[in-house]
């Protein structure tokens, strides 16, 4: 131990148990672009090795767990590294933990006082850069305590901020973090129709194929039946604005129909979060479709249009009506079949489903 470590008031805190445990560097950036570009940040949390090093603990025994790089500090889910942590910590295993500041562990009180409450059972010391804490210490636990929240309430201020600079944009219909299909971006920020002739037929197509049959899976099988593909545009990568053709999707069909740009009209907030819809594991899971009185922002006649308001409308009410998935008074549920779903069509390679399963003894397998 260095002089200056060893005068530090909190080096009294260190006892010979906690150095014959290990003691863990956890290190972790927020996002990919700050472990891309902060690199920093990240060189002062490696750093803590040496500062482990000096309080006493030998070099084979300082572990360093950053396998939470560029993944946000607001949910234990999805955060191998700080599972990992805390199973040492249950293990006995641990002696410290180390962390440049207490938001680099957590930013959720919940996850953060799941580890106090660890700590303080099998005594395991907490430190970062102003000092060492002992968990079972009444003083440095309401200390470690208030930075929890602090934390937490840092990540809500921050993540209000930002919503409200994107709400402000949005309103103004300047907000586009993805342009549909037969859309390109403008120089002034906003969006216009696509310059390929082909790609606007194929996307007017769309909709007048639906408007003709009545049936968005219809359509879709006419796109099929006849080898026609949409021209995209990548929006992202290194590739960033080529034209792809691509053969459409039943989902991609559905949402081009549903989509209010094709009408003229800007709108944000149509798949707001909700905590309760969320499901455990998937992490972009819990938006739902919320009905246009409840969209954040709409904007009529802000950009191009393929249709008027009127048939966007028509084909809203017409997708209700044929709808038939779940919650729908006409659903009718999977059919009793082993095969169905599992069976996949010989042409487009999707899912197939049963027909007649109910009333017959031998049903038919159909693709959509």
Not at 177 to 203: F, H, K, L, N, W
Not at 331 to 348: D, E, H, K
Request: glycine fraction near 10%; aromatic fraction near 8%; proline fraction near 6%.
């Amino acid at each position: 131990m260095s002089r200056a470590d060893a005068a530090s008031p909190s080096a009294h805190k260190i006892r010979p148990r906690h150095c014959d445990r290990l003691a863990v560097v956890y290190v972790r950036q927020s996002t990919p672009q700050q472990v891309a570009g902060n690199r920093e940040s990240a060189d002062l949390q490696y750093q803590l090795r040496r500062r482990a090093v000096a309080l006493g603990w030998a070099d084979d025994r300082v572990v360093v767990i950053d396998d939470d790089q560029g993944i946000s500090g607001a949910s234990v889910e999805n955060r191998p590294g700080f599972q990992r942590l805390l199973a040492e910590v249950s293990l006995g295993h641990v002696g410290v933990v180390f962390g440049r500041e207490m938001s680099r562990l957590s930013r959720s009180c919940k996850d953060w006082y799941q580890l106090l409450e660890l700590c303080g059972l099998f005594q395991v010391l907490l430190a970062d850069a102003d000092g060492v804490y002992d968990p079972t210490d009444p003083n440095d636990r309401m200390l470690l305590g208030l930075r929890g929240m602090m934390s937490e309430a840092e990540v809500h201020v921050l993540k209000a901020r930002m919503h409200q600079g994107k709400l402000n944009k949005a309103r103004r219909g300047e907000l586009f973090t993805c342009v549909p299909v037969g859309y390109v971006g403008s120089p002034d920020g906003g969006i216009a129709m696509d310059p390929d002739e082909q790609v606007r037929s194929a996307v007017s197509l769309v909709f007048a194929k639906f408007a003709e049959l009545g049936s968005l899976t219809k359509a879709h099988a006419y796109f099929a039946a006849n080898d026609i593909q949409l021209g995209l545009r990548v929006y992202k990568g290194p590739g960033k604005g080529r034209l792809e053709w691509r053969r459409p999707r039943r989902s991609g069909l559905y949402e081009m129909l549903r989509h209010p740009i094709y009408a003229g009209a800007y709108a944000y907030g149509r798949s707001p979060f909700d905590p309760t819809r969320r499901v455990a594991g998937k992490p972009k899971s819990g938006r739902w479709n919320a009905p246009p009185e409840e969209w954040a922002c709409l904007l009529r006649d802000a950009v191009p249009a393929y249709i008027p308001w009127e048939q966007f409308e028509a084909n809203r009410r017409r997708l209700a009506a044929n709808d038939r998935g779940p919650g729908s008074k006409k659903a009718t549920g999977r059919a009793p079949t082993l095969l169905n779903g599992i069976v996949r069509c010989g042409r487009c390679g999707r899912p197939m489903g049963a027909r007649n399963a109910r009333a017959s003894a031998n049903p038919r397998y159909a693709c959509d």
